[in-house]
Structures are given as structure tokens and as C-alpha cells.
Nanobody, 115 residues
Framework: QVQLVESGGGLVQPGGSLRLSCAAS????????MVWYRQAPGKQRDVVAF???????SYAESVKGRFTVSRDNAKNTMYLQMDNLKPEDAAVYYC?????????WGQGTLVTVSS
């Protein structure tokens, strides 16, 4: 059974930082393309960052220079370091794993950015 479990969300002030984690089980994590998405209320779910199995990365323009995605294959875990958070970063953040034609989702973790 595949499970993706996000953690690390919470309330942070503008300009603050958070580190999200996505712990995976039931998949060959090292082979997966891992993706962070986010969805704000009333908006579509958008890609935030990719990290491929060769550790190359890609970011949405809105987070470039502020967010860093990484992975620890030994721990089957992906991370998202979020710095200089803005109110528009507030959303539910979802972890996604892609292996060949299979696609798996976590349940999401809520990030609130407010003073």
C-alpha cells in the first residue's frame, strides 16, 4: 500500500520560514519523480516544485529563489524549505509521487501565512 504523508505545515508570519516533509512508503522512492503542489481556497492545484530521480529540480516562477526542494532517498522523504514566505503562499501543500504511469498523492498539509 502506497502512502505519502506530509508534515510541517503551520502558521507563520510573512517573511518567515517553514520546512515541509513528505514521507513515502510502499514505492521505490529513489525512482520516483516527486512533486510539491499547492492549492489555495477557491483556486486550482498548482505545481510548486519538482525533484527528479537524478535530483535535478524545477520550480514555479513564483517561488524561485525562496523555496528549495530536496530529497533523502535513504529516508524515503522529500522536503520543501520555504523561506521569505508571503501571504500568497498560504495554501494546502500536497506531495505527489510519479513512477511510470502511476501517480500517488498525500493528504496535504496546511500552510498559513499571516501576521
Amino acid at each position: 500500500q502506497v502512502q505519502l504523508v506530509e508534515s510541517g505545515g503551520g502558521l507563520v508570519q510573512p517573511g518567515g520560514s517553514l520546512r515541509l516533509s513528505c514521507a513515502a512508503s510502499g514505492i521505490l522512492f529513489s525512482m520516483a519523480t516527486m512533486v510539491w503542489y499547492r492549492q489555495a481556497p477557491g483556486k486550482q492545484r498548482d505545481v510548486v516544485a519538482f525533484i527528479f530521480n537524478d535530483r535535478s529540480t524545477s520550480y514555479a516562477e513564483s517561488v524561485k529563489g525562496r523555496f528549495t526542494v530536496s530529497r533523502d532517498n535513504a529516508k524515503n522523504t522529500m522536503y520543501l524549505q520555504m523561506d521569505n514566505l508571503k501571504p500568497e503562499d498560504a495554501a494546502v501543500y500536497y506531495c505527489n509521487a510519479r513512477i511510470r504511469a502511476d501517480n500517488y498523492w498525500g493528504q496535504g498539509t496546511l500552510v498559513t501565512v499571516s501576521s
